[in-house]
């Protein structure tokens, strides 16, 4: 494999990757939002909304920072990671097709 064809493939294989890891964060976000939204009436109840909400704030940055940083890193060193994954999948094509 030449090296134009390989860097295509990581390329390709690292943006996959930060597409679902976006989708991922946005699917976390929709899920806080919608819970709270439901348990509005239950938290404001228990006197709890400040604190919910600071919580919630809390583990949704944490939670985009991290992947933020995962994304980062996949970034600076894409080579390494998805070249090994690269390498491991042409050889089980090159067995299956050694198989047919």
Do not use: P, Q
């Not at 679902?20 to 964060?25: G, Q, R």
């Amino acid at each position: 494999m030449n090296a134009a064809s390989r860097d295509a493939r990581v390329d390709a294989m690292y943006s996959r990757d930060k597409f679902a890891a976006y989708i991922c964060v946005v699917a976390v976000w929709a899920v806080y939002l919608f819970i709270f939204w439901r348990m509005a009436d239950h938290i404001a109840a228990s006197g709890l909304t400040a604190l919910m909400l600071v919580l919630a704030s809390l583990v949704l940055l944490l939670n985009t920072a991290a992947v933020v940083a995962l994304i980062r890193h996949y970034r600076e060193d894409r080579a390494a990671i998805y070249g090994t994954d690269i390498y491991y999948l042409d050889r089980i094509a090159a067995e299956r097709r050694a198989r047919s």
